[in-house]
């Protein structure tokens, strides 16, 4: 078990794929109890991002630069270290809870051995089990231990991998598009138990409805940087990165009236973003002082843009 007084500090977190650079130089803290989303859109290097913190990015891709949850580090464990770290450190639910729950087991006996391969002897890890399944809030705990995968519906089997990330009590709860799959009404429920157990909460998702019901926090990715972070009240009304502010007006979280700009042109694939300012070739607003990279800056509220929105 982790100290529930860990802060998780990620520090010039880089992900390659043989030449190419996946995420590059990511920067951010979450306190204990903290709860930050992770926006952008799709192909920005959110997934790769939280995958590093686990030590489980795909074959042949490498992350670099540290990210630390107190004392412990995360990333550049040996193989053979980084499975005493996942599910007791940091912890992970997924979109898909089918493919990631064994259809053959008892969702209570699935429980249980991740407490007992961290130590927790057997009977007691049984015991716990249930009680885990409890605090999910699955009714009737004690049959849905007894139960298959398939016997549940989809959203007591995300509850039922909400109780496996937090068996063995990790600093830190990491979430990948958790409710995509779930009705509205299941999903809303599913979003509020999160935000009430994670011990500390890094969120993914491209809804950003979902983010500002469920985060404090929030830090937006384009082309494998973070852009812009900062409180989410302070950035949802007022988005400083032309990026950002683009991504907003797009949803339906901008104010009425509002003239809305749009973002021009798709996210480029891996590789072809182009260098200085990652957005520059999509911006409205670009210079060719953007063709320098702007840094992250700003206290609280910071933002990578030379030409930022008032
Ligand atoms: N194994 C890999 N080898 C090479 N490139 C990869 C690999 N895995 C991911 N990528 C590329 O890295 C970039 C970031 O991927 P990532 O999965 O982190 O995006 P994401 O922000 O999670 O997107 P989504 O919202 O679609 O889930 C993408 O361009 C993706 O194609
Ligand atoms: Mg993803």
């Not at 699935?110 to 007992?116: G, L, N, S």
């Not at 885990?132 to 009714?139: A, G, K």
């Not at 009430?196 to 830090?219: G, K």
Request: aromatic letters at 4%; charged letters at 20%; glycine letters at 10%.
């Amino acid at each position: 078990m982790s100290d529930p007084v860990s802060t998780l500090r990620v520090e010039g977190l880089t992900v390659r794929a043989e030449s190419l650079e996946l995420v590059r130089e990511v920067s951010f803290t979450i306190a204990p109890g903290e709860r930050v989303g992770l926006i952008g859109e799709s192909g920005s290097g959110k997934s790769l991002t939280a995958l590093s913190l686990m030590g489980l990015l795909p074959e042949a891709v490498t992350a670099s630069g540290t990210a630390r949850l107190g004392d412990r580090d995360l990333v550049g464990v040996p193989e053979n270290r980084v499975k005493d770290l996942r599910g007791r450190d940091v912890s992970m639910v997924f979109q898909e809870p089918m493919t990631a729950l064994n259809p053959l087991m008892r969702v209570g006996a699935q429980v249980a051995e991740v407490m007992t391969l961290h130590g927790t002897p057997r009977h007691e890890a049984r015991e716990r089990a249930v009680a885990m399944l409890e605090r999910v809030r699955l009714p009737e705990p004690g049959q849905v231990a007894r139960a298959y995968p398939h016997q549940l519906s989809g959203g007591q089997r995300q509850r039922v991998m909400l109780a496996i990330a937090l068996a063995n009590g990790p600093g830190l709860l990491i979430c990948d598009e958790p409710t995509t799959a779930l009705d509205v009404t299941v999903q809303k429920q599913m979003l509020e138990l999160i935000a009430e157990v994670a011990p500390a909460l890094l969120f993914i998702t491209h809804d950003l409805a979902v983010v500002a019901s469920v985060c404090e926090r929030v830090l937006v990715m384009y082309g494998g940087r973070v852009v812009e972070s900062g409180p989410i009240r302070e950035v949802f009304t007022r988005p400083r990165h032309r990026y950002t502010e683009g991504l907003l007006a797009a949803s339906k979280l901008t104010p009425r009236g509002t003239r809305l700009p749009t973002v021009q042109g798709s996210v480029p694939s891996a590789g072809q973003f182009p260098d200085g300012c990652v957005f520059r070739n999509r911006c409205p607003h670009a210079t060719p002082t953007c063709e320098t990279a702007p840094a992250l800056t700003g206290d609280g509220h910071a933002f990578a843009c030379w030409h930022p929105a008032d």
